[in-house]
């Protein structure tokens, strides 16, 4: 994440985990801004003007990737588990491998050109973060918005830990479906619907029959419920059925929560592994059971013959053993939504368990109501308002700031404290006894990531101190970000930085595509389709790829299906940053995904080298000019097409600021290509051409390539910084010019206004699609080839639709070349 300036109000750009897209965009506008705005970079080494521009680089912490990355490489290298070296040994690994990897991020941006201010770096982990986040907390638990509770939680057994709401991701499931699962030698079918009948007590010919697609919660059910009208079961509601394994009796309850068209009617209440059940079972106050340890093997009460097996093989000796007993009444087809973990690939397990809670219902309403400075920005997050789960079950992040007062009979209740003096402080207060009495012990859990991620926009700057840094450049103007992350951070941001500071962070909120691969598939290392921006720029062959692979911690599975995959057969060819940045940029950023293969960039790379020989065209024909440079906006040029080529520079210089204000960087992008493409390269050059060796076209000929080069590097700067760096550099300037193309300014529409012609831009544009149409006839009729008329460039293959355009003066030659031919051209296009 970065942040900008002007004027006092900001612009932030965030860094996803895929730097591709969200680093590229952020600098875009950064750069921008700098030239737009006339802002100097805030650095140590530059003055603070009153405009000021700030991108500081972010270095998020996810405590479930570096921890399971150094859980399987402590494995795969040594044999051992993080148990085995205990926490604090574990903690110094993950910290040594962070400072050996984790900076690649970093160094990716770095590669693409982004202009950071690279001492601000924040990583959530550093002592100043982590003082903020355990402030938040501490003020959060204060205002009764975060408490400990039992509840049941979505749990990744792979990971051992809770997951939030949003790390979860449905799967829809039209029928049977076989999936691999961490941690299971074999695939498990999901998508069947099991029919087993509970015997009611007393009376062998009553069931009442249920309906499940998790069997092996059979043994956490404490009752059956029925809809309290459902006419099938009036005469069993108070009476008891019989559980199949364990002879327990069980109540027949009315809910009328219960859904009476669907399946048998009656559903098993197993409140340790459903929210809805958990709901219910409280509402008729039954007793709670939870039968699944954290690692996904059954724990049924007394033991017994599950003890200790996995949930999926559990699962079909669940089947097996009601079959045998007579009361299975059917296994059928089933389409449902499959709940999986984004981090792992598990199915997600529902779980009973005590965590910390923040109440986000009220934080959202004051968000939404615009209560404070501003109000929620566009597109609207929908921010959730169901309670979050704070609490993590792993060693790597920021350890819950609560304190548990321990000892027998009991343990006792919880406090909470930016130490554990101030926890213990306030627990002698509330406890009447002396703190040298208590004994305390922290909570080993962990904050979900994503909270310490939503205090970035103001702990960055120094929160919760009143730092300069904060009361300059908070709150923000802009959020550039992914999609993906509207509501695991942009939502949370929102809400936290309205309730810690009274503001909103940023104003606006631009989301980007999530970049995908050619085939539209999610990048992903175990599908070795991931791209490392500096392989594209540098080139890498397949060997080169292959070795990452080999290096990288991956899964011995992943790892073999990766290279089976081989996304680049040949390798990838060195394409250079600029071209890179380009791809990415043209693509629509709005849009559900960006589709990036090498062969677009390959593509970019193209362009780049056609503006370097543009720009090696127009030294040439500045060779031998004497005295300074004119500035180019001050160029008056008198031939008509000279006019015309500043006309449209004018045009693409507007289009591109208006563009880049509304953030359509595609249409900036599109619209700067054009002018390179279209109007200076296809035409206006062929026409300098002829220009340059008439004494009396040539000194405006030569003003007009100086400006048009000049300017529209300038235009191409914030996409392609590199190339019109190194390109800016060669072109003479004036003696007090800045010394870099990004300190220059950006073309501004009122200083070039007097170079737009409507008129004539409407002549030579009428000119231009009459040769065109012109061309694609004679093409269509077959009349080329041997009788071109003299001057004419030759035709691009691919037709007039995608060729280049001829040589302007000759164009009245080709016309009468056609009507030579005897062509009617009102009969060619369908007229009489």
Same mark, same amino acid.
């Given at each position: 994440m970065g942040f900008f300036t002007h004027g006092g109000a900001e612009v932030a750009a965030a860094g996803a985990a895929l730097v591709l897209g969200v680093g590229i965009y952020g600098a875009i506008v950064e750069r921008w801004l700098w030239q737009t705005q006339g802002l100097s970079p805030m650095s140590p080494m530059s003055p603070m003007s009153p405009g000021l521009s700030l991108m500081s680089p972010m270095s998020p912490t996810c405590p479930q990737c570096p921890q399971a990355m150094m859980e399987r490489w402590l494995w795969q290298t040594r044999r051992l588990r993080r148990q085995d070296l205990g926490r604090a040994e574990f903690l110094r690994e993950v910290w040594r491998w962070k400072e050996r990897h984790g900076d690649e991020i970093l160094?990716?941006?770095?590669?693409?050109?982004?202009?950071?201010?690279?001492?601000?770096?924040?990583?959530?982990?550093?002592?100043?973060?982590?003082?903020?986040?355990?402030?938040?907390?501490?003020?959060?638990?204060?205002?009764?918005?975060?408490?400990?509770?039992?509840?049941?939680?979505?749990?990744?057994?792979? %990971?051992?830990?809770?997951?939030?709401?949003?790390?979860?991701?449905?799967?829809?499931?039209?029928?049977?479906?076989? %999936?691999?699962?961490?941690?299971?030698?074999?695939?498990?079918?999901?998508?069947?619907?099991?029919?087993?009948?509970?015997?009611?007590?007393?009376?062998?010919?009553?069931?009442?029959?249920?309906?499940?697609?998790?069997?092996?919660?059979?043994?956490?059910?404490?009752?059956?419920?029925?809809?309290?009208?459902?006419?099938?079961?009036?005469?069993?509601?108070?009476?008891?059925?019989?559980?199949?394994?364990?002879?327990a009796l069980l109540p027949v309850v009315g809910d009328p929560n219960v859904q009476p068209q669907r399946g048998t009617g009656a559903v098993k209440v197993t409140p340790g592994h459903s929210p809805q059940d958990l709901a219910l079972a409280r509402a008729h106050a039954l007793p709670l059971l939870s039968v699944i340890a954290d690692d996904g093997t059954l724990r049924p009460p007394g033991g017994g013959w599950l003890q200790g097996v996995p949930r999926f093989e559990a699962r079909d000796r669940v089947v097996a053993a009601l079959a045998q007993r007579g009361l299975l009444r059917g296994v059928q087809d089933h389409a449902m939504t499959l709940p999986l973990c984004s981090r792992s690939g598990d199915v997600v397990e529902f779980l009973l368990k005590r965590q910390w809670f923040l109440s986000c219902g009220d934080m959202a309403r004051a968000a939404c109501g615009g209560r404070g400075s501003g109000r929620v920005p566009a597109p609207n997050p929908r921010i959730p308002r169901r309670d979050w789960c704070l609490s993590r079950q792993l060693w790597w992040g920021h350890q819950v700031p609560a304190f548990q007062v321990t000892g027998d009979p009991q343990e006792g209740p919880w406090f909470v404290g930016r130490s554990e003096a101030e926890a213990r402080a306030a627990a002698a207060a509330a406890l009447g006894c002396p703190p040298q009495e208590l004994h305390l012990q922290q909570d080993p859990d962990v904050l979900d990531t994503w909270f310490s991620s939503a205090l970035f926009p103001f702990a960055a700057l120094g929160w919760p101190e009143q730092s300069p840094d904060l009361r300059r450049f908070y709150p923000t103007s802009l959020l550039v970000t992914g999609s993906d992350l509207l509501f695991f951070w942009v939502a949370r941001m929102v809400m936290l930085g309205q309730q810690l500071t009274g503001q909103l962070p940023f104003r606006q909120v631009l989301l980007h595509a999530l970049v995908r691969d050619p085939q539209g598939r999610k990048m992903s290392k175990s599908l070795g389709?991931?791209?490392?921006?500096?392989?594209?720029?540098?080139?890498?062959?397949?060997?080169?790829?292959?070795?990452?692979?080999?290096?990288?911690?991956?899964?011995?599975?992943?790892?073999?299906?990766?290279?089976?995959?081989?996304?680049?057969?040949?390798?990838?060819?060195?394409?250079?940053?600029?071209?890179?940045?380009?791809?990415?940029?043209?693509?629509?950023?709005?849009?559900?995904?960006?589709?990036?293969?090498?062969?677009?960039?390959?593509?970019?790379?193209?362009?780049?080298?056609?503006?370097?020989?543009?720009?090696?065209?127009?030294?040439?024909?500045?060779?031998?000019?004497?005295?300074?440079?004119?500035?180019?906006?001050?160029?008056?040029?008198?031939?008509?097409?000279?006019?015309?080529?500043?006309?449209?520079?004018?045009?693409?210089?507007?289009?591109?600021?208006?563009?880049?204000?509304?953030?359509?960087?595609?249409?900036?992008?599109?619209?700067?290509?054009?002018?390179?493409?279209?109007?200076?390269?296809?035409?206006?050059?062929?026409?300098?051409?002829?220009?340059?060796?008439?004494?009396?076209?040539?000194?405006?000929?030569?003003?007009?390539?100086?400006?048009?080069?000049?300017?529209?590097?300038?235009l191409l700067s914030p996409f392609a910084p590199f190339l019109a760096e190194e390109l800016w550099q060669r072109l003479p300037r004036a003696p007090h010019a800045p010394p870099s193309i990004s300190l220059a300014p950006f073309p501004e529409p009122r200083r070039l206004a007097h170079w737009r012609s409507p008129e004539l831009e409407a002549q030579v544009a009428a000119m231009l699609e009459l040769v065109r149409t012109a061309r694609g006839l004679r093409q269509t009729l077959r009349l080329g080839g041997a009788a071109r008329p003299p001057g004419e460039l030759p035709a691009c293959p691919g037709g007039w639709g995608v060729g280049g355009t001829t040589n302007p003066s000759g164009l009245w030659g080709e016309l009468k070349w056609l009507i030579r031919h005897g062509l009617q051209i009102p009969a060619c296009l369908g007229g009489s």
């Open positions: 160094r990716q941006l770095r590669a693409l050109g982004a202009s950071l201010d690279w001492s601000r770096c924040a990583f959530t982990m550093d002592p100043g973060f982590s003082r903020a986040v355990t402030e938040a907390f501490v003020r959060l638990a204060a205002a009764g918005l975060i408490r400990r509770d039992e509840r049941v939680v979505t749990w990744s057994c792979a %990971l051992r830990s809770a997951l939030a709401d949003v790390e979860v991701e449905p799967r829809v499931l039209t029928g049977p479906t076989a %999936l691999s699962v961490p941690n299971c030698p074999h695939p498990v079918t999901f998508g069947l619907l099991v029919t087993f009948a509970y015997p009611v007590e007393g009376d062998d010919e009553l069931e009442v029959p249920v309906a499940t697609t998790r069997p092996e919660t059979l043994f956490g059910d404490v009752a059956v419920a029925v809809h309290p009208q459902d006419p099938r079961y009036l005469h069993l509601q108070g009476r008891q059925v019989r559980h199949p394994f364990s002879g389709n991931v791209i490392d921006p500096r392989d594209v720029i540098g080139g890498a062959s397949l060997q080169e790829l292959q070795e990452k692979l080999r290096t990288r911690t991956l899964d011995p599975r992943e790892l073999q299906a990766a290279q089976e995959g081989r996304q680049f057969p040949q390798g990838i060819p060195e394409c250079g940053a600029d071209a890179l940045r380009l791809a990415l940029c043209t693509h629509d950023a709005h849009g559900p995904e960006i589709r990036l293969g090498v062969a677009s960039v390959l593509t970019q790379r193209r362009f780049c080298n056609k503006v370097w020989n543009a720009v090696g065209f127009v030294l040439g024909a500045l060779q031998g000019q004497g005295g300074p440079p004119k500035p180019p906006e001050e160029v008056v040029p008198a031939a008509p097409l000279d006019r015309w080529l500043l006309a449209r520079l004018a045009a693409a210089g507007a289009e591109v600021g208006a563009r880049l204000g509304a953030l359509e960087v595609q249409g900036a992008v599109g619209a700067v290509q054009s002018f390179w493409l279209r109007c200076l390269c296809d035409v206006y050059l062929e026409v300098a051409k002829v220009s340059l060796r008439s004494p009396q076209l040539r000194p405006g000929a030569v003003l007009t390539l100086a400006a048009a080069a000049d300017l529209g590097l300038r």
